[in-house]
Antibody
């Protein structure tokens, strides 16, 4: 079964740090780009960061640039998000999601597998 | 940055109704547009990718259309399990989600 399982969420004070993990199983992790997407309480979805299969290409939303770092370990089938200088507005459920790019006729990135999410709360 | 605007932000409909949700991009994104469904407390689920391709396992009452800047998600006959929030998302340049459309029971 194709599966993504996030962990590492919790309560942290403003200015603090947290490292999220996402364990992948049931597919060849090293062949896929991966993403982090978050959802603040009662709000919509917000893309946070993406990393290519070999870590050659990394992208961040402006809201987290310079504070968050995405990484992966293909040998461990794992994706990570290091979050530093956390703010109250970073409070959210964080999802990892697989990027499938193949479609008829070419390349069309879409997030086809999602984890259940891990909750991050930033509060004093 | 590409902005995605969905309308309406919410709608009320009855079982069996035809429902249409629109999504507009701030610049042309070709067909790099995906649609997701999310139910409360659950992860998003991919419905449509590349504007009009139905994801495996998704019922055929869901369809997508459009290209360039204007896109549409249509549910041909709303079912009880379709009451949820729907999001569009562009993948032309990085990724951006629309604000969501909550489909509620009338």
């Amino acid at each position: 079964e194709v599966q993504l399982v996030e962990s590492g969420g919790g309560l942290v004070k403003p200015g603090g740090s947290l490292r999220l993990s996402c364990a992948a199983s049931g597919f060849t992790f090293s062949s896929y780009s991966m993403n982090w997407v978050r959802q603040a309480p009662g709000k919509g979805l917000e893309w946070v960061s993406s990393i290519s299969s070999s870590s050659s290409y990394i992208y961040y939303a402006d809201s987290v640039k310079g504070r968050f770092t995405i990484s992966r370990d293909n040998a461990k089938n794992s994706l990570y998000l290091q979050m530093n200088s956390l703010r109250a507005e970073d409070t959210a459920v964080y999802y990892c999601a697989r990027d499938e790019i193949r479609c008829t006729g070419g390349v069309c990135p879409h997030m086809d597998v999602w984890g259940k999410g891990t909750t991050v709360t930033v509060s004093s | 940055d590409i902005q995605m605007t969905q309308s309406p932000s919410s709608l009320s409909a009855s079982v069996g109704d035809r429902v249409t949700i629109t999504c507009r991009a701030s610049q042309s994104i070709s067909s790099y547009l995906n649609w997701y469904q999310q139910k409360p407390g659950k992860a998003p689920k991919l419905l449509i990718y590349a504007a009009s391709s139905l994801q495996s396992g998704v019922p055929s009452r869901f369809s997508g259309s459009g290209s360039g800047t204007d896109f549409t998600l249509t549910i041909s006959s709303l079912q009880p399990e379709d009451f949820a929030t729907y999001y569009c998302q562009q993948s032309y340049t990085e990724k951006t989600f629309g604000g969501g459309t909550k489909v509620e029971i009338k």
